[in-house]
């Protein structure tokens, strides 16, 4: 629990409490290492018929990060609208992949799904935030 001098100390700093761009950025590298590896450790397990509740697990749990990730996109700006349709047609191939793993038990996306999670966490990782 947060006492009064530190919320107020907190306040000052960053007052609508938006991350920094530093922040942003290790949110992002988090989220895209959590669905790579999620990705990698359900093909894994993918090749093994008596795991199937624990890879509907991981593929819930990989639909939910791209969830996440897709909160992160900014369609408000005009600068950055068509770059987050893209994303976002990334993060859509994801979650169907994962929802045919979870509901259907067909595992033919999964492979693209975790291409596209390691072009995005390998891509990312090379990126500075500039500010």
Do not use: C
Request: overall charge positive; proline content about 2%; glycine content about 2%.
């Amino acid at each position: 629990m947060k006492n009064k001098q530190t919320e107020h100390k907190e306040s000052k700093q960053n007052p609508n409490n938006v991350p920094s761009a530093q922040e942003q950025y290790n949110i992002i590298l988090k989220l895209y290492k959590g669905l790579h590896d999620n990705l990698e450790e359900l093909y894994k397990k993918s090749k093994d018929k008596n795991s199937s509740t624990k890879t509907s697990q991981l593929a819930y749990k990989v639909d939910r990060i791209a969830s996440g990730l897709h909160l992160t996109l900014n369609f408000e700006d005009e600068k950055t609208v068509k770059i987050s349709e893209n994303f976002r047609e990334l993060y859509r191939h994801v979650r169907f992949a994962m929802k045919m793993i979870y509901e259907k038990q067909e595992y033919k996306f999964l492979n693209s799904a975790r291409d596209v999670a390691r072009t995005l966490y390998q891509s990312w990782a090379k990126i500075k935030p500039t500010i």
